[in-house]
């Protein structure tokens, strides 16, 4: 192997094991929590690396980093989740390649990817991001919807033509009652989503936890967790 291929794979059995350990903690079967590589910043050559170590979900937060990326890497067995904040006018490109868009929480974005699914005949996957920092009817620091706004917006997904409503999705909080209690926010969204499913039954996804606290996730019930900088290293800092 690669000096590189053998990084990320000693760090990818490092993350297996933290979750794995999670799962036994927490009362769960390892099957229960998918992983997704956050590959933002990182060159195709790692994506390929990846996928040859058995990895099946990456994510990007850029369309313009992703969509080249996710082209020069389409011949690959991948799901592509994309995790950042959306602009509609970024919507169209993203479409091309997003099998899940984790990021949904404004109306006009639902209207957006529905148009763009429908017209090249896709069925683009949709988590509802919760922001738990956000007042009634506020947008989160870092994007994401209030929960007092999730069933509306869950409903717009579900009746969008081309889109399909999967779940939901959260950052763990910088600021407000949730800043520094990880497992207490992830413990709310999982709240959320029993809430949501009473509702939707299909929409069973629960995307929370990154590198820090990936096990307070898994605890907390996450079905799927963002993991980038356990798997591929610390970024460069830019500028």
């Known amino acids: 192997m690669t000096d590189r291929k053998d990084e990320l794979a000693g760090n990818l059995a490092k993350v297996e094991e933290r979750i794995a350990a999670a ?52 011949d690959l067995p991948l799901s592509w989740h994309f995790v950042g904040q959306l602009q509609t006018n970024k919507v169209r490109s993203v479409v091309g390649y997003a ?3 984790q990021s949904v929480d404004r109306s006009k974005l639902v209207t957006a990817l529905s148009k763009e699914a429908v017209k090249v005949g896709r069925e683009v996957g949709c ?4 922001a738990l920092d956000a007042g009634s009817g506020e947008r989160g620091e870092r994007g994401g919807v209030a929960p007092g706004g999730i069933g509306e917006l869950a409903d717009l997904v579900a ?13 763990a909080p910088l600021t407000g009652e949730y800043a520094g209690r990880e497992q207490v ?25 990154m590198s820090a606290d990936l096990e307070q996730a898994v605890a907390a019930g996450a079905t799927h967790v963002r993991v980038g900088t356990a798997v591929l290293g610390v970024r460069p800092r830019l500028g």
């Not at 988590?127 to 919760?130: A, S």
Request: with cysteine; proline share 4%; glycine share 6%.
């Open 185 to 209: 926010a992830f413990e709310r969204l999982m709240d959320l989503s029993t809430d949501l499913r009473r509702v939707h039954p299909a929409a069973n996804m629960v995307s929370a936890g």
């Open 127 to 130: 988590l509802i991001q919760v």
């Open 99 to 101: 099998d899940l868009v």
């Open 23 to 74: 799962c036994i903690a927490a009362g769960r079967k390892r099957e229960e929590v998918t992983l997704v590589v956050v590959t933002k910043t990182y060159p195709a050559s790692d994506v390929r690396i990846l996928s040859e170590l058995g990895v099946r979900h990456v994510a990007e937060n850029k369309d313009q980093d992703a969509a080249p990326k996710a082209a020069e890497c389409s």
């Open 159 to 171: 009746g969008a033509p081309g889109l399909r409503l999967d779940g939901l999705m959260t950052v």
